[in-house]
């Protein structure tokens, strides 16, 4: 089992930063996929932003260039770096780990961390 802890979530003005953490319950590098996703209210969650154990990472055309992940195994943390941030980012941002075990996907979330951009 995976549990994940989200922070780093809060108020920023447009076109500032933020970086959000997700602090997992085991080695980072155990996990095969870890992500960053996004639900705004009245829409469905979407992908922000994922890392595989082997350093790869995926992101949607809306963030693309402006929103980085990275992970710290040291810690057992990722991190979503936020920069350039518009209205249109404000969300609840939840951490998700796709862990694979004898054939089956299990997979987990945080409990999200609020993340609201002012124009």
């Known amino acids: 089992q995976v549990q994940l802890v989200e922070s780093g979530g809060g108020l920023v003005q447009a076109g500032g930063s933020l970086r959000l953490s997700c602090t997992a319950s085991?080695?980072?590098?155990?996990?095969?996929?870890m992500g960053w996703y996004r639900q705004a209210p009245g829409k469905q969650r979407e992908l922000v932003a994922s890392?595989?154990?082997?350093?790869?990472?995926r992101f949607p055309d809306s963030v693309k260039g402006r929103f980085t992940i990275s992970g710290d195994n040291a810690k057992n943390t990722v991190y979503l770096q936020m920069n350039s941030l518009k209205p249109e980012d404000t969300a609840v941002y939840y951490c998700?780990?796709?862990?694979?075990?004898?054939?089956?996907?299990?997979?987990?979330w945080g409990q999200g961390t609020r993340v609201t951009v002012s124009s």
């Open positions: 085991r080695s980072i590098f155990s996990i095969n996929t």
């Open positions: 998700k780990a796709d862990l694979w075990v004898a054939g089956r996907l299990d997979v987990y």
């Open positions: 890392i595989t154990s082997g350093g790869s990472t």
